[in-house]
């Protein structure tokens, strides 16, 4: 069927104006997620940002926001009238694992942990929380010295504004609690272990008799991607051969050390460190909260 040249051109209109509208729509997501508090105003619209233009924000650390899949950065300055200001930076990744991953990144391994999204923490001058796929980070100017307070009340703001829940990725539950330093949960984008193979990795620190160790999971497509991931592990280790689900085996890899791991379903667990036994009772622990079991 032949279309008129008039009706081809109100298509093609249409379509350039859908495609249009969802570019626009996705930069205005990222807008109204900034606050309007009370005695507080917005200084200039906000800046905008993609991958192709990060560089210009924070040319240093682009290439590590972009590792954890970037999608765009908005950035807005407040001020009030006794001349204090405030800065806001709102980037959005491409998934909650990666905006949980850029933040572990950043966040310090001790600090003043608050209860803001799903994980902040804050100084005096500054405040950065993670909820879901955006991370925000925000810094106080002004005559207070202490400026937190301020910052909590933006932060409140902008979390109630995010359409993501205000939680951490599920694969953070499977790690167990006893043992575990506190805030050591990370999520690595590439290359864990210093292998592209292993992807990335959600990972935990644990130290048992001052034995330190390293729980990791893989989250992986399938099964089958699960099996070839635990293969490619064990001739890491000088061991080929095919591997059983739900099976532990123990390697020593070279620059590594020693790793205990095993797969299940579409998932593999693992520890790097630790005694033969401390892997063992890490594993049993986080193989049960995979299978939904309960643990003490």
Known sequence: MNIPRKSHCILMLLFLTAMMTGLFSSTSDI???FPEPSGWQRAEAP?????SSLYQYINGAAE????????QLAVANYENPGGDSVSVEIYQHATPRDGFGIYSQEKPQSGNFLNVGAEGYGEPILLNFVQGRYYIKMNYFGNDPDGLPVLKEFGHAISGKIPDPASLPD???LFPEKHRKDHSRAYIAQNFLGHSFLHSAFIAEY???NQPAKA???D???AADAGQIAARLLKLGNQPGVPTPDAIYFIKARYIGDIAFEFSGARVLGVVGGSPEMQKALLADMGVRAKGGRVK
């Open 171 to 173: 694969a953070l539950t």
């Open 64 to 71: 590590s926001y972009l590792s954890y899949n970037f999608r």
């Open 220 to 222: 992986l497509k399938d």
């Open 207 to 209: 130290t048992i008799d």
């Open 31 to 33: 807008q109204t997620l």
């Open 47 to 51: 800046a905008l940002y993609d991958s």
């Open 216 to 218: 990791f999971i893989l």
